[in-house]
């Protein structure tokens, strides 16, 4: 997939801020085109595979509140199904590949360096009563991030919603220099006695008497990852490929 612009054919308000919408999900990425065969439909995608997307119909009210503060969008929306443009949009994210691909290898390299040299992370929860985002210390094995903590809201949404997002950047320095990781992946709480609790303790230089000690009760969990995505933008200058690279699972290698 790799469409350069966004365009609206049809120049009615409705279709022009359904293209801005896509656009801003998706970026250059997607084109935006009202159907020849049916003036209530919008196709949303590369050439080649274009979902339908039905965009005629009142969106709710509150589904506007993300664009108040621009008149132009949220006047144009008002007759657009938000949500299946949205809907759309992001099983294309998922489903995307990467057009210029580094050796997994390498990006596996990357990515297990990159979190080792650093400790915190943005981890998010959801939505048992909403999200929950925090900074809080991890311990990366090269294969699954683990946490202490004495417990709190993100427990709740994790005890329903065990799917968290985890988001690790250095210092923003320019462009040319960005580089990050974003880890979507599977929370797990871990038993006292887990291998797991201790490396994490270790790398914090605790031990369990010292944990014991505390006045509250700490508990650990992980987190598996089921994608990661990893940004880095000096190593795709010089192996030239994309500067986003998308990995699975991370398996023992």
């Known amino acids: 997939m790799h469409v350069t612009s966004v365009a609206a054919v049809s120049g009615d308000p409705a279709s022009l801020a359904a293209a801005d919408l896509v656009a801003a999900i998706l970026g250059p990425a997607l084109v935006v085109a009202q159907a020849d065969d049916a003036p209530e439909v919008v196709t949303v995608g590369p050439a080649a595979t274009r979902p339908r997307v039905v965009v005629r119909v009142p969106t709710q009210p509150q589904q506007l509140a993300f664009f108040s503060g621009v008149p132009r969008l949220r006047d144009g929306l008002a007759s657009v199904d938000v949500a299946h443009v949205v809907e759309a949009c992001v099983e294309i994210c998922r489903g995307r590949s990467v057009v ?14 990159h979190l080792r040299a650093n400790n915190v992370c943005g981890f998010t929860s959801g939505p048992a009563s909403g999200f929950r985002a925090i900074p809080i210390e991890y311990d990366w094995d090269g294969e699954t991030l683990a946490f202490m903590s004495e417990g709190g809201e993100k427990f709740a ?25 974003q880890i979507t992946g599977e929370a797990r709480l871990l038993d006292e006695g887990d291998p797991r609790v201790a490396t994490t303790l270790a790398s914090k230089g605790l031990t369990r008497g010292r944990i014991a000690s505390l006045p509250c009760r700490m508990h650990f969990f992980q987190v598996v990852p089921t994608r990661i995505e990893h940004l880095d ?17 991370l398996e023992p290698g």
Request: proline letters at 2%; aromatic letters at 6%; a positive charge.
């Open 100 to 113: 210029r691909k580094a050796k997994e290898a390498d990006v596996r390299a990357r990515i297990d360096e």
């Open 157 to 181: 949404r994790m005890a329903l919603q065990p799917e968290v997002s985890v988001t690790v950047a250095d210092r923003y320095t320019g462009f040319a220099t960005l580089r990050g990781t």
């Open 233 to 249: 933008a000096v190593a795709a200058k010089a192996g030239s490929y994309d500067a986003l690279q998308v990995v699975g699972r």
